[in-house]
């Protein structure tokens, strides 16, 4: 397998994920959404649950390429790279609270302003996942992964009393408001769904994304790395089932079989890209998701600020109401063409679309910007 030939497989992945976090974050109307665009009420795992954990396992494989040049070790230069990186990623995501928190309330408050999100989970796995997955041999890699998903289940499991797994019991959400305070959580829940500590086993994706990059760059045979990815994915999902009985799979608490079960789904698909891209040569059905995965934090940032821009800055009256561009293109749109829940479905692939003709531009005159 070519190095370019790989590169494009893990670009397109990255594409598919970012096209899709974006149709799930924004929606014609939160209220009309299918089962699978939206996240489980509580334990279960949809098609919207897998897309964060798809997003950081690809953000692990990308760093074996990322640190060739650095011979995979810790040096004082890949130290600054990770640092430089994780901080910058981090400031983004709170640069996107502090917007979010003055389009709603007309003011910047510190006293309330969220620390946690997307950009800061992202932040904190890769800075901890780059320093072991440079520290660490591969073999203690596994198995520094697999004993960070078993102390974490233990320590759900011996803190939350008799349901140690609901929103009101966990430890999840009590540890987050020890650490930060409860007016920097997310506000309406019991459990904050990108809190600090349910980030800890976030890092497993980068771990293992990162020991995929490393078997995709020196398994050549790709029949025989696509048949290893198989393995291992539903060998995952089947432990991560099984595990479920006893520490169910759930997104906000990111359990252990969470990560697994995740995990081993993003193998699977992978290596039915590889597949399809690598050996059935069909590229030109997956292309246009490039540029999504050319641009892809540049790409989740800019549609947030613009989501919120639609929703909460650009508003005029009509009909005597006062009421905001997005809600008039689904409202006026979407509704009368599709129905509320159609209309709300087909809303997201239009603004996700508008978003792609902006990254098809910038791709066409090299413009890569790099986070």
């Not at 997104?251 to 995740?262: A, C, D, E, H, M």
């Not at 890209?273 to 246009?288: C, E, G």
Request: aromatic content about 16%; charged content about 15%.
């Amino acid at each position: 397998m070519k190095k370019t030939e790989r590169l494009i497989t893990l670009d397109i992945f990255r594409g598919i994920i970012v096209a899709l976090m974006i149709m799930v974050n924004q929606p014609g109307s939160w209220s009309y959404k299918y089962d699978q665009m939206s996240h489980a009420q509580w334990n279960g795992c949809t098609l919207t649950d897998m897309i964060f954990p798809f997003f950081l396992f690809i953000v692990g494989t990308a760093c074996w390429f990322s640190f060739q040049k650095h011979q995979q070790k810790l040096s004082v230069d890949s130290i600054i790279k990770i640092i430089r990186r994780t901080v910058l990623i981090f400031l983004l995501g709170l640069m996107l609270n502090f917007f979010k928190q003055w389009i709603v309330s007309g003011e910047i408050n510190l006293s309330t302003l969220r620390i946690t999100g997307v950009l800061q989970r992202i932040s904190f796995c890769f800075g901890i996942g780059a320093i072991l997955c440079l520290s660490l041999k591969p073999r203690g890699l596994l198995f520094t992964s697999i004993g960070i998903l078993i102390v974490y289940w233990i320590i759900l499991w011996m803190a939350g009393g008799a349901q140690p797994y609901t929103a009101e019991n966990t430890i999840v959400g009590k540890i987050d408001i020890l650490l930060m305070g409860e007016n920097h959580l997310r506000k309406g829940y019991l459990v904050d769904s990108s809190g600090l500590f349910a980030s800890i086993p976030g890092i497993v994706h980068v771990m293992w994304g990162y020991l995929m990059g490393m078997t995709i760059f020196r398994v050549n045979d790709r029949k025989k790395l696509i048949i290893k990815m198989l393995l291992i994915g539903l060998s995952a999902i089947l432990v991560a089932q099984l595990w479920s009985l006893v520490f169910p799979i759930n997104k906000t608490l990111w359990t252990s079989s969470y990560v697994l079960f995740t995990n081993g789904w993003a193998l699977v698909v992978l290596a039915f890209l590889i597949w399809i891209i690598d050996i059935q040569k069909k590229t030109k059905y997956f292309s246009s998701f490039l540029v999504f995965g050319f641009n892809p934090l540049f790409a989740y940032i800019f549609a947030e600020l613009w989501a919120s821009i639609m929703s909460g800055l650009i508003k005029f009256n009509f009909e005597g109401s006062l009421v905001s561009l997005k809600s008039w293109i689904y409202g006026q749109i979407f509704v009368p063409l599709f129905g509320n829940m159609n209309g709300s479905l087909f809303y997201s692939i239009f603004i996700m679309l508008f978003y792609w003709c902006i990254l098809w531009i910038m791709d066409k005159n090299k413009i890569y910007i790099k986070i």
